[in-house]
């Protein structure tokens, strides 16, 4: 049975030490992703001394939240977590997927962080990423993100064989789908507003060309 030991995820580390985060509790959760989803985002690489920012296409990971009845997703027997396993077959034979299920895996994305619903009260704990920081402000959450920390573990998820490179058909298609929008975009760029959208979507469609396809590591 695919479970989470006590119904928690595996040592996570420290739970974050800051005053509770306003905010309900909410379900821990799995990443996986599908084959033909990719963005383009920055990664920082070295040579040398020199760190320089370089495109690579990214696998764009998407949540499984781990709520007993949704997402196939089952409550296990007392005292265990809940039961996944319907889920990660249809990701994996169904959808020919790749679920971040491995307790290393699950150490290195998901953080919990102690927090308390404003109107009941009710003490919980909050997941997020470990590329989120949370912070409580004036009775509100604040959130900051490290992209470039994400984007390079995203990367590494390529290289290391634990996601498989994207196919260059899907690149392809991926890269004509956004070159499609310039045309229908460029009849309208006398109304307001639409030239700068024309060129917003010419700059995402350099920046999808200029981005190197991610391989695994000899």
Not at 118 to 146: F, M, N
Request: contains cysteine; glycine residues 8%.
């Amino acid at each position: 049975m695919a479970k989470l030991t006590n119904g928690r995820v595996p040592a996570l580390g420290s739970v974050a030490p800051d005053a509770l985060l306003p905010v309900r509790p909410n379900v821990p959760f799995l990443l996986f992703h599908t084959p033909k989803n990719w963005f383009v985002g920055e990664v920082e690489v070295q040579d040398g001394k020199k760190i320089s920012r370089q495109l690579y296409w990214l696998p764009k990971l998407k949540p499984l939240p781990l709520q007993p009845g949704t997402n196939n997703v089952k409550a296990g027997p007392d005292g265990e977590g809940p039961d996944y396993m319907a889920a990660q077959k249809r990701i994996e034979r169904r959808l020919h997927g790749t679920l971040l299920s491995r307790p290393h895996q699950i150490q290195q994305y998901l953080r919990e962080h102690d927090c308390r619903d404003q109107r009941t009260k009710r003490r919980g704990l909050y997941y997020t990423t470990a590329w989120e920081t949370p912070e409580a402000i004036d009775g509100t959450v604040v959130t900051q993100h490290d992209d470039l920390g994400y984007h390079r573990w995203l990367l590494s998820l390529v290289e290391d064989g634990t996601i498989r490179p994207p196919h260059p058909t899907v690149i392809e298609q991926l890269r004509n789908r956004r070159r499609g929008h310039i045309p229908r975009q460029g009849n309208h760029a006398h109304i307001p507003g639409m030239a700068a959208k024309l060129a917003a979507t010419q700059e995402r469609v350099d920046r999808e060309a200029a981005a190197l396809i991610p391989e695994a590591a000899p």
